[in-house]
């Protein structure tokens, strides 16, 4: 059951990815309240929240029992965008420079969240 787990993190960790740049292009970083650099502010947070899910899959492989708990953190981050993204181009009717940037990406990422949901739950229950 690990290895599946490990496998959907890294499959939603690749969605991540691909929704990171996806926000890039799109000019997502625009919506950053700080001032300056705020692709560079943005490309800092992303590295952040995409980098945990590269440690949570290190302690999957070695199979440390923690690992299952902290990839509800996978989960929420990934389903989280996608809700969000998908209300944000639904509000906005855009995705240039709005909360509608990724929403693209943001469903098969949103859509292996959920998949890591249940395969979690079963393995936990």
Do not use: W
């Not at 929240?49 to 590269?54: A, S």
Request: hydrophobic share 55%.
């Amino acid at each position: 059951m690990s290895t599946t787990i490990l496998l959907l993190v890294l499959i939603t960790t690749f969605f991540q990815v691909l929704h990171c740049f996806e926000e890039i292009g799109m000019d997502a970083y625009e919506l950053v309240p700080k001032p300056g650099n705020k692709r560079g502010y943005y490309l800092r947070a992303a590295s952040v929240l995409v980098g945990l899910n590269f440690l949570i899959a290190f302690m999957l492989l070695f199979d440390i029992k923690l690992a299952y708990y902290l990839a509800f953190y996978t989960v929420a981050i990934s389903v989280g965008n996608a809700i969000i993204h998908i209300y944000g181009y639904i509000k906005a009717k855009s995705y240039r420079a709005t909360l509608g940037a990724g929403v693209f990406s943001g469903i098969p990422l949103g859509l292996s969240g959920i998949v890591l949901f249940l395969y979690l739950i079963r393995a936990l229950v």
